[in-house]
């Protein structure tokens, strides 16, 4: 529970004028909200713009953006941010951000890089983390450079502009050549939406595929968004996966994979499919409600062989809402009768904010319909434990209104080590389990008596590759198991252990 989230990255190119692109790319940030509510902003091409490129970013939520409560104000960007494409961004804050500092707006996304030849002046949206972040910012500011912010779109930025010194604006073979260049150079995960004032965009996915990206268009646009619910809410059907890999340009209506520098492997964060997608979404040909079903009916069928539920007061509770498919199954299985007593508020994942915000939102986040568990025992449904703040939250507003017994189900294993491709648990100390060495049932035992309560369960890990259909030849359980998939990923670990060992 309350995890940071993954950014979002959207691109449109429209074929014909009947819809305005500023009302596209409203639709497809919003649809993309649950990945980001720190900051939004687009970033719109027009010939008719006098710099060709005009940008619009917000501190806050896709709403905050747009102002929708003003209808003169929302007009009027309807308005003037008429063009012919555009990118767009919603994010969270992926670099340390200090508790309680407030996200500038210098940091919002898209980045613009300013350039007397339009080929060169454009924008850039970045979702995932450089794990070698530190050594290239060096680089930069070792050749003279002055960074402004903190974030991993700046490097990249930089590291385009460099490359685009050495080509002209002759297209597409140019395109290909800048952004292996750029690629060839940063480690971790990545996906990226670029746009020129020339009205070329480009997209870009990682070599492993760590997070989701689709491409897809019909009759009036083509579209790229990290999920598919984004494509499938403008009526696009007709999408397909960013491969990993690879560079795609759209130019003048047509979309031309430029280049596809593919590794073999893959290593598709896992954590998409049991938190951080939306349910709706098909990433990387699979259905993410499909995998939430199946983990809820593997830990069933996991939970059947150590307990029999024969009394009449147990009942299954989800914690909403990415557990909801989960909490079905797994009750189908137990044949324990579900309630959907536990409502959640639209304060914000607890994963998106700094400490003390998060206490905040956890303490309102969530309600319980009056006298629904009184006598009960209670089985709460959950996609996964982080820190376990809210876990103890839930549990004792439970417990609290009358339950009799609390357990908790979870359909992930115990996260033992920190992330450096974009999550937001960079440390071990941020981690219920952080380091913890001891076997599934003593991790069970421990966070059960941390969190208040009467027991927990994991899923295995052979259920949760079989819910994925793959394992680490397809999948990324570095937080899981500490087998990082690229070479500055093991360096990070390093780094962390031996940090944590000083502490110790």
């Not at 950014?7 to 500023?22: D, E, F, N, Q």
């Not at 079989?466 to 899981?480: I, P, V």
Request: with cysteine; net charge neutral.
């Amino acid at each position: 529970m309350g995890v940071k989230e993954e950014c979002g990255v959207i691109a449109c190119v429209l074929k014909t004028k009947t819809i305005p692109i500023s009302s596209v790319i409203y639709n497809l940030l919003s649809e993309l909200q649950h990945r980001g509510q720190t900051s939004a902003g687009m970033t719109i091409f027009s010939p008719d713009f006098q710099n060709r490129l005009r940008s619009l970013k917000s501190v806050g939520k896709v709403a905050d953006l747009f102002r929708v409560w003003d209808k003169t104000y929302f007009k009027s960007v309807m308005n003037d941010y008429c063009g012919n494409a555009g990118i767009g961004h919603v994010r969270y804050a992926t670099s340390d951000v200090k508790d309680d500092m407030v996200l500038s707006l210098e940091e919002a996304q898209p980045f613009f890089r300013r350039h007397g030849h339009p080929w060169k002046r454009f924008a850039v949206a970045f979702n995932g983390h450089l794990t070698n972040y530190e050594s290239l910012r060096e680089k930069l500011i070792g050749r003279g450079y002055i960074l402004d912010t903190f974030v991993d779109t700046e490097v990249l930025m930089h590291l385009i502009s460099l490359s685009l010194k050495n080509y002209s604006e002759d297209c597409p073979s140019s395109f290909s050549k800048v952004f292996e260049e750029v690629i060839d150079q940063i480690d971790g995960s990545f996906c990226f939406s670029f746009m020129n004032a020339l009205g070329d965009v480009v997209v870009a996915r990682d070599k492993l595929g760590f997070r989701p990206l689709v491409i897809g268009e019909n009759e009036n646009m083509i579209c790229v968004a990290s999920e598919s619910k984004a494509l499938t809410k403008l009526g696009i059907v007709n999408f397909r996966d960013v491969e990993p890999g690879e560079i795609i340009l759209i130019k003048d209506d047509k979309i031309q994979s430029i280049s596809l520098k593919n590794c073999g492997r893959r290593a598709h964060c896992h954590f998409e499919y049991v938190y951080f997608s939306h349910t709706c979404s098909i990433n990387d040909k699979i259905l993410v409600n499909d995998v939430r079903t199946r983990l809820g009916r593997i830990l069933g069928c996991e939970e059947k062989l150590k307990h029999r539920f024969v009394e009449e007061d147990w009942v299954v509770i989800p914690v909403p809402s990415t557990s909801i498919p989960s909490a079905n199954s797994y009750s189908q299985e137990t044949r324990v009768p579900i309630e959907f007593s536990l409502l959640k508020s639209d304060g914000g994942r607890g994963f998106i904010n700094s400490c003390s915000m998060r206490k905040i939102i956890m303490d309102s986040k969530y309600n319980l319909v009056p006298n629904s568990v009184i006598g009960k025992k209670v089985i709460l449904v959950d996609d996964s434990i982080v820190r376990g703040e809210t876990s103890k939250r839930v549990i004792k507003l439970i417990r609290d209104a009358g339950a009799k017994e609390v357990h908790l189900r979870i359909t992930e294993l115990p996260i033992r080590f920190p992330c450096c491709y974009g999550v937001d648990f960079h440390s071990f100390d941020e981690l219920i389990v952080g380091g913890f060495e001891g076997t599934l049932e003593e991790a069970e035992e421990f966070v059960a008596k941390e969190i208040g309560a009467d027991s927990l369960g994991y899923v295995s890990m052979e259920g949760l590759k079989d819910a994925l259909g793959g394992g680490e030849d397809k999948f990324c359980f570095a937080c899981l198991n500490g087998k990082y998939p690229t070479l500055a990923g093991d360096e990070f670990l390093k780094k962390k252990l031996e940090l944590r060992d000083k502490i110790t």
